[in-house]
């Protein structure tokens, strides 16, 4: 069965530094996804993208992060400057109609 | 902005019972909802959807009930079993929303004791 992959698991980055989500979404869909979960909160919207574009941003979604589709296969959020608040797991989603499926998230932990 | 809500953090039932979680919403725009499965350390996993000019949705021992006067939505889980321990979260979709973004409650942390 097709499913959403993510890629690293686990990072762990220092305050200030450039961090690189990775995520490979299941190959015929078209809407993609980002959303966070800080631990003990509730699982949030960051953005979506669609036909090569931002669709759709949150106010969480500043300009220190970014997304990209940079071939026909991934899909990456960038955060340039990390802040001890990015500290999440974040989570890629993808869909073809309603229902979005995820992606088993990627921890990450500013220090 | 509590848009989605579940007001019950956690359910413990008997192995074999019904389960019932509880969503509600604010928001009439909202015209899907989805709920979700989660383990520790991986993704929400979907389980099930209901539409909003649907008032009951089923799939196998998972049933969505959706009251859209009450703005209120149910989970059930009949026969319950101990692997679906885990938290649920209710989800919903704006019919205005051609980005499908979703908003998330809080979660309700389901222990079903064998």
């Known amino acids: 069965e097709p499913e959403v992959t993510q890629t690293p698991s686990h990072q762990v980055t220092q305050m200030g530094q450039e961090v690189i989500l990775r995520c490979v979404p299941i190959?015929?869909?078209?809407?993609f996804y980002w959303y966070r979960q800080i631990l003990g909160q509730k699982v949030e919207f960051l953005v979506s993208?669609?036909?090569?574009?931002?669709?759709?941003k949150s106010e969480i979604f500043d300009d220190q992060f970014s997304v990209e589709r940079p071939d026909g296969s991934n899909f990456t959020l960038k955060i340039r400057s990390t802040k001890l608040e990015d500290s999440a797991m974040y989570f890629c989603?993808?869909?073809?109609?309603?229902?979005?499926?995820f992606g088993p998230g990627t921890r990450l932990t500013v220090l | 902005d509590q848009q989605v809500k579940q007001n019950s953090p956690s359910l413990s039932v008997q192995e074999g019972r019904i389960s019932i979680l509880n969503c509600d919403y604010t928001?009439?725009?909202?015209?899907?909802f989805l709920w979700y499965k989660k383990y520790p350390a991986e993704g929400p996993t979907f389980l099930i959807s209901?539409?909003?000019?649907?008032d009951k949705n089923e799939d196998g021992r998972f049933t969505v009930f959706l009251n859209k006067s009450a703005k209120h939505l149910s989970l059930h889980i009949v026969p319950s079993q101990p692997g679906d321990s885990a938290v649920y979260f209710c989800?919903?979709?704006?019919?205005?929303?051609?980005?499908?973004?979703?908003?998330f409650g809080q979660g309700t942390t389901l222990q079903v004791k064998p």
């Open positions: 989603a993808s869909r073809a109609y309603n229902e979005q499926f």
């Open positions: 190959s015929n869909h078209l809407y």
């Open positions: 993208f669609y036909n090569n574009e931002i669709s759709e």
């Open positions: 928001n009439s725009m909202f015209d899907y």
């Open positions: 209901i539409s909003s000019i649907k």
């Open positions: 989800a919903a979709k704006r019919g205005s929303s051609n980005t499908g973004k979703l908003i």
